[in-house]
């Protein structure tokens, strides 16, 4: 103890106790001001405007563990909105003022869940459509009928082939 005072005899002890008493004082509000940045009502708000450090998020995005050169200080200038008593859609123009339409994220739709089924809906009256329309298309002829014994180039064929039977028989 009598090393520190000889090191600091230039300041007096209430000096040293009221410095310590500031950096004591910031650290706690700094600390608190972070877990109120973090608070639900933050990131209600939040939730309905978009980063803009590129990762395509909300302002809860999780870039370097949330504190984004983007989403910190919107943070805090969410919260200190709301301590001004601003509603939240005030908060949200505020945002669009300043940064562009760019910045609002809408909630998706109340109707979302139909995709899928529109989508398997959709597939099906295509798929119905072209089994309509292959059953439909004309048959091509088959060539697995009969010949026609009247036939001049099938005479002629057969008469052929047994004449190369009749070579192998022999």
């Known amino acids: 103890m009598r ?5 600091f005899s230039f300041l007096p002890a209430q000096r040293i106790a009221r410095v310590l008493a500031c950096v004591l004082l910031a650290v706690l509000a700094l600390a608190q001001s972070e877990s109120q940045i973090e608070s639900d ?4 708000v939040g939730s309905h405007i978009t980063c803009q450090c590129g990762c395509a998020d909300n302002l809860n995005c999780n870039m370097s563990g949330g504190q984004c050169h983007f989403c910190k200080p919107a943070r805090t200038k969410i919260f200190e909105m709301q301590k001004a008593g601003m509603s939240d859609s005030a908060i949200i123009a ?3 003022n300043q940064y562009g339409a760019s910045v609002l994220r809408h909630d998706p739709n109340s109707f979302f869940w139909l995709i899928p089924y529109v989508g398997l809906a959709l597939g099906l009256v295509i798929l119905g459509f072209i089994v309509r329309r292959w059953a439909r ?3 091509p002829a088959t060539a697995a009928g009969p010949a026609a014994e009247d036939d001049p180039t099938y005479m002629r064929y057969r008469d052929a082939v047994e004449k190369d039977l009749s070579r192998l028989e022999q």
């Open 41 to 44: 009502e933050v990131k209600r």
């Open 94 to 96: 505020s945002f669009v």
């Open 137 to 139: 298309r004309p048959r």
């Open 3 to 7: 090393r520190l005072k000889r090191r």
